[in-house]
């Protein structure tokens, strides 16, 4: 048996992308997996070198503190302070497995059965299914070329905004690429304001930035004072997406809030694991950045030369590891994927997706080794004829 909120889940993306990788490998064709955004660097020396010293600390592995180690949340405030020069306290931090499971928690948290989340669209699937667990409405905002992938506040109508307790944004933003500077950001927050709605936003890709250091939500939020949330992740920054640990920042009642269903829910990260990530952000955490970026430059380069050529239209990536690229013609994006995995063997994911706003587009992700990402930059120039004619 299954409950009924089970029934109103879209089928998963990704559970869908793995099968059709799975039936082309049967087949003995070469798969070039640019699909999933699941990084391929591995952690870095300095970083298992730390966890394999607090493994040796028996205190390390029993039950963790419900908001966190203490000395990872110390070394988060300090480099808050280093990066952003503000002083946060202790009850606006929260310790989380990955980020991915405190999105899913927070409606839980902060919004009753019947009140409507407003979620972007295209977006991350699990904005709808924090909702929908917590038997809310999802309403989607669009996000559209022409506004920079940013929801346009006054589309929504006042009889939704009557009924709105928690709006989520995504910047640096899956899938587009896009970013958010702190006009944007102050816009939101004015308008969560206005209509007392908790604005959230999920951060996940905030230090993979090739430009330059991208805006954040929590230092307009806190001027604000509005009710917050702003979600973290270790997993892009050193590359330990299976390590599962992230963070929240926040106002203090959304973070006691979420506390609580976690306290409820789950005993927490892996102390050992909080302990070396916050050996590393105490002293080698921006040679890490560096290195990773370094990579992920060189790739982007190799990426949008392919793409160049091939003639697709797209905007190169300010932030994130995704190109969101527009499909020529009027073919479906699921269709689309289809036939670039069985002409080229190149794994993207359809921008429908990520929702009804994402047809039209595919996403290639930067998360795989540069021969390959090298070997479909080839391969997508030397199809650009055939992809005229589809």
């Not at 999105?103 to 299914?129: E, F, K, M, Q, R």
């Not at 892009?236 to 809030?257: L, P, Q, T």
């Not at 976690?262 to 070396?276: L, M």
């Not at 430059?297 to 590891?321: C, H, M, W």
């Amino acid at each position: 048996m299954r409950s009924l909120r089970l029934g109103k889940l879209p089928p998963y993306l990704f559970t869908e992308i793995d099968r059709l990788k799975k039936s082309f490998r049967e087949t003995g064709t070469e798969i070039l997996d640019l699909g999933i955004g699941d990084p391929d660097l591995g952690p870095p020396d300095q970083l298992v070198r730390a966890l394999k010293e607090a493994l040796d600390c028996p205190e390390l592995h029993r039950y963790p503190s419900d908001t966190g180690l203490p000395h990872l949340k110390k070394a988060i405030l300090r480099s808050i302070k280093k990066r952003y020069d503000i002083e946060l306290e202790d009850e606006e931090i929260l310790v989380t497995i990955g980020s991915k499971e405190a999105i899913g928690h927070l409606s839980l948290a902060v919004v009753n059965p019947g009140d409507t989340v407003l979620i972007p669209d295209p977006g991350y699937p699990v904005y709808n299914s924090s909702a929908i667990f917590a038997e809310a409405v999802p309403y989607t905002m669009p996000l559209i070329e022409s506004n920079g992938f940013w929801p346009e506040f006054g589309k929504i109508g006042d009889e939704i905004l009557r009924k709105s307790k928690l709006m989520f944004l995504n910047y640096p933003n899956n899938p587009t690429s896009a970013v958010a500077n702190r006009d944007k950001f102050a816009e939101a927050a004015e308008y969560c304001k206005k209509n007392n709605i908790i604005l959230a936003n999920d951060a996940a890709y905030s230090d993979i930035s090739f430009d330059y250091p991208v805006d954040l939500l929590f230092p307009v939020a806190r001027e604000t004072g509005i009710s917050y949330l702003e979600f973290f992740s270790f997993s892009k920054s050193f590359s330990i997406a299976g390590w599962r640990v992230g963070f929240a920042i926040g106002s203090r009642e959304v973070i006691s809030a979420l506390s609580k269903i976690k306290t409820n829910i789950d005993s927490g990260v892996f102390s050992a694991i909080q302990e070396a990530i916050a050996v590393i952000l105490d002293s080698d955490f921006e040679q890490i950045n560096r290195e990773t970026m370094s990579v992920y430059n060189e790739r982007r380069r190799i990426l949008s030369a392919g793409l160049d050529q091939a003639g697709f239209d797209y905007v190169l990536p300010k932030a994130t590891f995704y190109f969101w690229v527009r499909i020529p013609g009027n073919i479906g994006s699921m269709q689309f994927c289809k036939y670039l995995l069985r002409e080229t063997g190149i794994v993207c994911t359809p921008g429908i997706g990520f929702g009804k706003y994402g047809e039209g587009y595919f996403r290639l992700s930067l998360t795989a080794n540069t021969g390959t990402i090298r070997s479909a930059g080839k391969k997508l120039a030397k199809i650009s004829r055939e992809l005229k004619n589809i």
